[in-house]
């Protein structure tokens, strides 16, 4: 089937997006929802408020919109109304957004694909897989080094702040603790940092140094640098969104010692992201026709759902 896509946000994970549903094979993108009029797309752009009216023109509706504040406040709203899938990412809280995604979607007799990103998401994935395998797994997560699109929001979002990124950095030697199976004592608080870089007058830096170094989920108690700089320094360092990160498992198997490591190396956070979202948008959409209803995780779908390629196909592959 042909599956009638559309976009609410048109941020960088919203761009990504659009350029990426247009490469897809079994997928037509129908229109972008956003609150300004003047978007530089050939896309329709219709108005977000107005979203509800299009229903039955959309299969399957992505959410690109900020983790911070926009996810929690507006996510429900288009469940009830569409076949949504997001990227919510704020760890902390996924289990409250699954649980009022799945009342939403099951009241509208829609799917929510929550959290589809890489951390949560793929990673997640990832985690639970190795997990698996062993009797007693020692597991670590590292991220970065890399620009985090859900904690720069969440910074963006501070009074005050004009402009901002975010950079989280993992230690090293950590890794090679992980590696080596000697990370029971190593946390993410313990082995990562943050970096922020703002661009913001100077009478509001104390303000937003404190409301950033106490944000909780997000930066509290994770070790965080808030650094301020000029709109000059941000164009010219800060254009990149790369991103990356680690999954290490390792563990005892009747005697013998093995590790499993799952690894990410990204030029852009945004077009990755966005990867993983449509391509759990055409699971939660395959799902909805199947009749499913309610909110699910990566943890809960067939990887096959996940591919243009036909099941029969893929099969063939492996022999």
């Not at 896309?43 to 399957?60: F, I, N, R, Y």
């Not at 904690?151 to 501070?158: E, F, G, P, T, Y």
């Not at 759990?280 to 995780?297: D, K, M, P, Q, S």
Request: aromatic content about 8%; hydrophobic content about 40%.
């Amino acid at each position: 089937m042909t599956i009638r896509a559309a976009i609410v946000g048109y941020g960088n994970l919203g761009q990504s997006v659009e350029r990426l549903v247009r490469l897809q094979p079994d997928m037509d993108l129908v229109g972008i929802f956003s609150r300004r009029s003047g978007l530089d797309t050939d896309t329709p752009v219709l108005p977000a408020a107005s979203a509800a009216e299009h229903a039955d023109e959309v299969d399957v509706l992505f959410l690109c919109l900020g983790s911070a504040t926009d996810i929690p406040e507006q996510a429900t709203g288009y469940a009830r109304h569409f076949t949504t899938v997001d990227t919510y990412d704020n760890h902390q809280l996924v289990p409250d957004h699954y649980r009022a995604m799945d009342a939403a979607s099951r009241e509208g007799g829609h799917v929510a694909m929550v959290s589809t990103g890489w951390d949560p998401g793929l990673f997640s994935l990832n985690r639970t897989l190795a997990d698996a395998l062993f009797p007693d797994a020692q597991q670590n997560t590292f991220w970065g080094k890399g620009l985090s699109q859900g904690h720069s929001d969440a910074v963006r979002r501070v009074p005050g702040v004009r402009r901002a990124v975010q950079y989280t950095i993992p230690s090293q030697e950590a890794i090679e603790e992980a590696r080596a199976g000697r990370g029971a004592e190593i946390t993410g608080a313990s082995a990562h940092v943050r970096e922020c870089y703002v661009v913001a007058d100077e009478t509001d830096h104390a303000a937003i140094t404190e409301a950033v170094t106490t944000m909780p989920d997000y930066f509290a108690p994770y070790r965080t640098t808030v650094n301020f700089i000029t709109e000059e320094e941000f164009e010219r360092d800060h254009q990149g969104m790369p991103h990356g990160g680690h999954v290490i498992t390792s563990g005892d198997l009747g005697g013998s010692r093995s590790s499993i490591e799952f690894a990410l190396e990204l030029g852009s956070n945004p077009d990755f992201t966005a990867a993983s979202q449509v391509a759990y948008g055409r699971a939660a959409a395959r799902l909805r026709a199947e009749g499913r209803t309610g909110a699910f995780t990566v943890l809960e779908v067939a990887p096959y759902l996940l591919s243009p390629t036909p099941l029969e196909e893929l099969i063939r592959r492996d022999v």
